[in-house]
């Protein structure tokens, strides 16, 4: 059998059996056990990154989660707590590049004042520029590999690639899988997400001054704040395996995209 329909034959058989596993019902004593066993995850995360970047990874995990539900109900999915608890945990992980992501505005006001905190319109529209749509492309190639790795591929069979061989077809077509897409989920996120990470930047820390506890917050939690119940299920829905299916469905020769392998 050749190379390329081994990888198709084994995508196939891991899609299917994660759509059964997705689908599965779970108790309440399931869920328990889920939430007890990721426990050590969240303390580790808290030693390593401290008690308030960990509390803020919640925040993208509710986006994520709310952005995964309105997904299945346009397929008429049922959302059961396998498929939150995946948004849950990848919002988990995500969540620590969001805190890093918005906390470079400060970054940029202190670093470079007289192009970012003059305070004038021009200004400020440079700093948001800046951070989106040119700090995003990192985000968005971080962002469609792990899914890609995560829904196409399994977080299991690519750590088992290691040892049998395969793990290099895995990363090519992970590679080429972002490449893919890099240019248009960029230009989804600006055009969608502009005009908010824009109020996010510059207007929202200061409305936070003149309210209680939300002052005392850190800035990056704070503009995740709001991104919990807006951006991140937006960027969820642009961002979204399931929307991208045609894509990858396009005849094209294996040697030049392993895309198409796991379609």
């Known amino acids: 059998m050749a190379l390329e329909d081994k990888l ?48 803020s990874t919640a925040i993208p995990a509710i986006g994520y989660s709310i952005g995964s539900w309105i997904e299945n109900k346009r397929k008429k999915i049922k959302t059961t707590w396998n498929r939150a608890k995946r948004e849950l945990y990848t919002g988990n992980i995500m969540g620590h590049v969001d805190y890093a992501l918005f906390s470079m505005p400060e970054i940029l006001f202190k670093a470079y004042p007289s192009i970012f905190s003059t305070g ?24 469609s590999a792990f899914f890609y790795l995560r829904d196409k591929v399994g977080f299991g069979r690519a750590f088992k690639g290691i040892f049998n ?12 899988n972002v490449k893919q897409n890099l240019g248009k989920d960029t230009w989804n996120v600006f ?23 939300l002052r005392d917050m850190p800035v990056a939690a704070l503009r995740m704040t709001q991104s919990a119940l807006v951006n991140n299920p937006m960027y969820r829905l642009i961002m979204g395996r399931q929307g991208k299916q045609a894509d990858y469905n396009k005849p094209m020769s294996y040697a030049k995209n392993y895309a198409g392998a796991y379609a």
């Open 191 to 213: 055009k969608y997400l502009f005009p908010l990470h824009f109020f996010q930047t510059h207007y929202l820390p200061k409305i936070a001054q003149n309210v209680p506890y």
């Open 8 to 55: 198709e034959n084994g995508s196939n058989s891991y899609e299917s059996k994660l759509e059964q596993k997705l689908s599965k019902k779970s108790s309440i004593f399931k869920i328990a056990l889920d939430t007890l066993l990721y426990s050590p995850v969240v303390a580790a995360s808290a030693v390593m990154f401290g008690p308030a970047v960990t509390l």
């Open 165 to 176: 061989g395969n793990i290099s077809n895995y990363l090519k077509n992970t590679y080429q």
């Open 120 to 143: 004038s319109f021009g200004s400020m529209l440079a700093t948001s520029l800046v951070f989106n749509p040119l700090l995003f492309i990192p985000v968005n190639i971080m962002y």
